[in-house]
């Protein structure tokens, strides 16, 4: 079986590949890896980054990547495939105990024909509470700049727009951080 993504033997040590090696240099992901954009950072280690997504489905929803710049989970090397596997359920605990939800969605798509829509594998980690009527879903506050965000409390259908046929219908665009996220990131931390 033949394959061009490098692969490490078990026990092998690897090198993570340069940060912009195969994805363009102004995809979003590479930017936050090499500092050029801020996040509320969660989690770092050699080959993973954790950090609160800055448009949350809810009040703690995270994203976890790969260091490897790869835009597709078949992509990645086994070190790095370790790495997120050992890492993404210390972050589902983390997010859990943190917010207090009732569940969480771990999410992870591949590809535009699955609804990727930043070319670079991530992982959406989304705390979920049990609503009025026992409706699971996503929970929304009022920011310290005013916009809406989630919070626990109060179910939230608008936080997604869904058109049938589309998939999740989540589209990611660039925000600002929000400072009220801030202390739930260093809440995060202290437990990772």
Not at 1 to 27: C, F, Q, V, W, Y
Request: overall charge neutral; hydrophobic content about 40%; aromatic content about 4%.
């Amino acid at each position: 079986m033949s394959t061009d993504r490098p692969h490490t033997a078990p026990g092998e040590p690897s090198a993570p590949a340069s940060i912009d090696a195969k994805l363009p240099p102004d995809n979003v992901f590479r930017k936050i890896v090499r500092g050029e954009l801020p996040c509320h950072r969660v989690y770092q280690d050699a080959h993973v980054l954790a950090f609160l997504d800055i448009f949350p489905i809810a009040r703690g929803h995270t994203l976890v990547i790969p260091k490897e710049p790869v835009e597709t989970i078949d992509q990645l090397s086994d070190a790095a495939a370790e790495a997120l596997g050992r890492v993404l359920p210390r972050i589902c605990r983390a997010v859990v105990k943190v917010t207090g939800c009732d569940g969480f969605n771990l999410l992870q798509n591949n590809g535009r024909s699955a609804h990727q829509e930043v070319p670079h594998v991530h992982f959406h980690v989304i705390p979920r509470y049990v609503g009025a009527g026992g409706q699971a879903g996503a929970q929304m506050e009022a920011s310290s700049s005013g916009a809406t965000r989630p919070r626990l409390g109060e179910a939230t259908p608008h936080t997604i727009e869904h058109t049938p046929g589309s998939g999740l219908g989540i589209v990611w665009k660039a925000g600002k951080l929000d400072p009220a996220d801030e202390d739930l990131a260093r809440q995060m931390v202290r437990l990772l």
